[in-house]
């Protein structure tokens, strides 16, 4: 028997099973998918010409028609195993290969391919190009999916206007400045609140969604975009200093985290790491991975729970011991958290003018 014909039966067996370098046979849509090569054809010129253009995690490569080709096969280079391995296989002289992240460098090559029997054969590869993946930002369907949720402030625009469309890039945040927005949380389609920032701290201001628009004491019209995997909403605002976009962008939780109620595991001592204006349970969105505040700008430094109670150090001296419950310290609420392999207690402190702040602490 012709050793060649056992050889291609061997590797048609293999691809059949799905079996190839361990990775499931999905073929063409999967990049870095390495599969045996057919035979050259050297009759078959490399495609010349070749262009790539990025798009938003993906790049769409074309070439000039090379005589003679049924087909294309299309090579990205993995620079783990430093080879070109098949991405692609398309009919005509445009292959788009998806699923890229954006801001790396890909580099691709392109052969023909002629028909022989059931399978191909491919001709000269051509010369790499390379291309880097961008994110784009696109306008969104401003539903209930895309807006429920709560957006922190991410930037200023003075440029954006609706009309026109927006060129935007949240990839240059062009404001440095002060923030008078710094939240808005959208509850459903009809209501959210708007969180300004006063002399005493952030307050929420109840108001209405109509016609893609924020109705308060001043009617706010705004657009959602997606750029990547982040979603932002531009609202735009016009007052007698002219005609503003603030930018707000989704907030994705950083960090899973899990409620802990057995008081008993809080024994031990606690240092300071963080301090809200606002309550951190209901406003899901706070990290405390990214602290807003330094432990030197804290008053209260950290505390130590024996015997279920709990003694708070400050700055200028601890406090007396009090008795931790199922849900409060003394008179003030706290919760505690797991998170990231860590325990986390937010602890509502209330002054003296009776505004209740959150202590973060972290179990040593």
């Not at 986390?344 to 209330?350: N, T």
Request: aromatic share 14%; glycine share 8%; proline share 3%.
């Amino acid at each position: 028997m012709n050793i060649r014909k056992i050889a291609a039966f061997g590797a048609a067996a293999i691809m059949a099973a799905g079996i190839v370098t361990g990775v499931p046979m999905s073929t063409e849509n999967s990049p870095l998918l390495a599969v045996t090569a057919e035979a050259a054809d050297s009759k078959l010129a490399a495609p010349k010409n070749i262009k790539a253009a990025a798009g938003d995690g993906k790049v769409t490569l074309t070439w000039e028609k090379v005589n003679g080709a049924d087909a294309y096969r299309v090579y990205i280079y993995n620079a783990e195993t430093k080879k070109y391995e098949k991405c692609k296989f398309v009919k005509g002289e445009k292959a788009t290969v998806t699923g890229l992240e954006n801001g790396k460098t890909y580099k691709f090559k392109v052969a023909a391919a002629v028909k022989n029997g059931k399978s191909y054969k491919t001709g000269t590869a051509s010369a790499a190009v390379s291309s880097k993946p961008k994110a784009e930002m696109k306008e969104i369907t401003a539903n209930k999916k895309n807006l429920v949720g709560v957006w922190l402030f991410y930037d200023i625009s003075e440029t954006v206007t609706y009309n026109k469309g927006t060129k935007y890039n949240p990839a240059k945040v062009e404001y440095d400045g002060y923030e008078w927005i710094p939240k808005i949380q959208i509850f459903n389609d009809k209501e959210a609140e708007i969180y300004y920032y006063k002399e005493w701290g952030i307050e929420p201001y109840q108001t209405e969604i109509k016609n893609n628009s924020f109705v308060s004491d001043m009617l706010m019209k705004y657009k959602v975009y997606s750029y990547g995997d982040d979603k932002f909403l531009l609202v735009q605002l016009i007052n007698p200093d002219g005609e503003y976009t603030y930018v707000f962008k989704k907030y994705k939780p950083a960090v899973e985290k899990k409620q802990v109620t057995d008081i008993s595991k809080f024994e031990g001592s606690w240092t300071a790491t963080d301090f809200c204006t606002f309550d951190i349970s209901e406003n899901d969105y706070y990290d405390p991975l990214n602290p807003q505040w330094s432990a030197e700008e804290l008053y209260v430094t950290g505390a130590i729970v024996k015997n279920g109670k709990i003694t708070f150090q400050a700055k200028d001296g601890n406090w007396n011991e009090i008795k931790i419950g199922k849900n409060k310290i003394g008179d003030d609420k706290y919760y505690v958290y797991e998170i990231d392999g860590s325990m986390y207690m937010y602890f509502q402190w209330s002054n003296g003018d009776g505004n209740n702040h959150f202590y973060v602490l972290k179990k040593i």
